[in-house]
C-alpha cells in the first residue's frame, strides 16, 4: 500500500489488515474499491468494519457476477436514501430519488469497478477473470451454501452507509 495515495488513508484507518481469513482475492478487490470509489465517487468516506458474514438478505437486487479462473458475485445494498447519494455522487446526473436512473448509476459504478479490478489482476497476471452484465431487481438471499466465502464491505459517506458484498464461489 502507497502511503502517498488519497485510499491509503481510508484503509489503513480501517480494520482491513486485521481480518482474520480474508482471501487474497478478497484483498485486491478491498483495495481497488475503495481506490475507485475514492476516485469516482466520494474520496470523504471511511470504511466500516470488514468482515467474513455467513449470509446476508436484501430487497433490491444489484449485483455482478465475476467469472474465470476465480468465481465470485458482488453486491451492493443500502438504505434507499443512502443509495440515492451515492448514486448522484458518482454520476452528477441530478438523482434525487431510487428509480431507474439510480440503479443504472449504481450498477454503472459495480461494472466500473469489477472490470477495473479484473484488468488490475489480468495486468498483474495473477489471474483472467470476465464479468457477466450486472443484474437489477427483486430481493435476494445469499449464504455460505451458495459460496465458499462471504465478505461484507461498509463504506460509510456523510450521508449514510453503502454495503458492498465480495461472495466468492
Same mark, same amino acid.
Do not use: H
Given at each position: 500500500?502507497?502511503?502517498?495515495?488519497?485510499?491509503?488513508?481510508?484503509? /489503513?484507518?480501517?480494520?482491513? =489488515?486485521?481480518?482474520?481469513?480474508?482471501?487474497?482475492?478478497?484483498?485486491?478487490?478491498? /483495495?481497488?474499491?475503495?481506490?475507485?470509489?475514492?476516485?469516482?465517487?466520494?474520496?470523504? @468516506?471511511?470504511?466500516?468494519?470488514?468482515?467474513?458474514?455467513?449470509?446476508?438478505?436484501?430487497?433490491?437486487?444489484? @449485483?455482478?457476477?465475476?467469472?474465470? /479462473?476465480?468465481?465470485?458475485?458482488?453486491?451492493?445494498?443500502?438504505?434507499?436514501?443512502?443509495?440515492?447519494?451515492?448514486?448522484?455522487?458518482?454520476?452528477?446526473?441530478?438523482?434525487?430519488?431510487?428509480?431507474?436512473?439510480?440503479?443504472?448509476?449504481?450498477?454503472?459504478?459495480?461494472?466500473?469497478?469489477?472490470?477495473?479490478?479484473?484488468?488490475?489482476?489480468?495486468?498483474?497476471?495473477?489471474?483472467?477473470? =470476465?464479468?457477466?452484465?450486472?443484474?437489477?431487481?427483486?430481493?435476494?438471499?445469499?449464504?455460505?451454501?451458495?459460496?465458499?466465502?462471504?465478505?461484507?464491505?461498509?463504506?460509510?459517506?456523510?450521508?449514510?452507509?453503502?454495503?458492498?458484498?465480495?461472495?466468492?464461489?
Amino acid at each position: 500500500m502507497d502511503n502517498k495515495r488519497p485510499y491509503s488513508r481510508i484503509l /489503513e484507518s480501517s480494520n482491513f =489488515s486485521q481480518v482474520e481469513g480474508l482471501s487474497e482475492f478478497a484483498g485486491y478487490y478491498i /483495495e481497488k474499491l475503495v481506490y475507485n470509489i475514492s476516485i469516482y465517487a466520494d474520496a470523504d @468516506c471511511t470504511l466500516g468494519s470488514i468482515e467474513l458474514i455467513q449470509g446476508f438478505s436484501g430487497r433490491c437486487e444489484l @449485483c455482478q457476477t465475476i467469472g474465470g /479462473e476465480r468465481s465470485a458475485c458482488s453486491y451492493i445494498d443500502g438504505r434507499d436514501e443512502v443509495l440515492v447519494a451515492f448514486a448522484e455522487s458518482y454520476s452528477q446526473l441530478g438523482i434525487r430519488s431510487f428509480d431507474i436512473l439510480a440503479r443504472e448509476a449504481l450498477l454503472d459504478f459495480l461494472n466500473l469497478n469489477n472490470g477495473l479490478f479484473a484488468v488490475m489482476l489480468s495486468r498483474n497476471n495473477i489471474c483472467e477473470l =470476465s464479468l457477466e452484465a450486472p443484474v437489477q431487481g427483486g430481493s435476494f438471499s445469499v449464504d455460505n451454501a451458495q459460496y465458499r466465502s462471504i465478505t461484507v464491505i461498509p463504506v460509510i459517506f456523510q450521508y449514510g452507509t453503502v454495503k458492498f458484498y465480495l461472495c466468492e464461489v
